[in-house]
């Protein structure tokens, strides 16, 4: 098995989840005053992109349409927000490349792709 093939499901799933992102980015930016919800700093057009969209329940699956799982966090407040949640998670693993959680959409113990990878090992 070739490893592109591995490589094209990575950059798929990661081109799914940013389409995703932009369209609830934009839904939420519709929705709640360009504030940062920690912090309370305020964002105008010229500096939008340090606003991001954060899912109160860590599943970026769940985007109820009154947006009642969403928060407007600042970069940096969006940081340490997840930087809490890895620590309250007991035993996260850390891995190269981003959070498993972020590319599986699930609990951050359930990496598919790393599965892939040993799976992958075994044929060599
Ligand atoms: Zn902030
Ligand atoms: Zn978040």
Redesign the pocket.
């Given at each position: 098995m070739p490893t592109e093939k591995l490589d094209r499901i990575v950059a798929e799933a990661r081109l799914n989840r940013e389409k995703r992102e932009q369209d609830y980015r934009e839904r939420a930016l519709k929705i709640y005053p360009w504030v940062?919800?920690?912090?309370?700093?305020e964002f105008t057009r010229a500096n939008l992109q340090q606003l991001t969209v954060h899912h109160r329940d860590h599943n970026h699956d769940n985007n109820p349409v009154d947006g009642s799982n969403w928060e407007l966090?600042?970069v940096?407040?969006?940081d340490n927000e997840h930087s809490r949640h890895l620590e309250a998670a007991a035993g996260g693993s850390s891995s190269p490349g981003g959070s498993p959680a972020d590319l599986a959409g699930g609990p951050a113990t359930h990496n598919p792709f790393a599965n892939l990878k040993s799976l992958l090992k075994r044929d060599n």
């Open positions: 940062c919800g920690r912090c309370t700093r966090l600042c940096y407040c969006h």
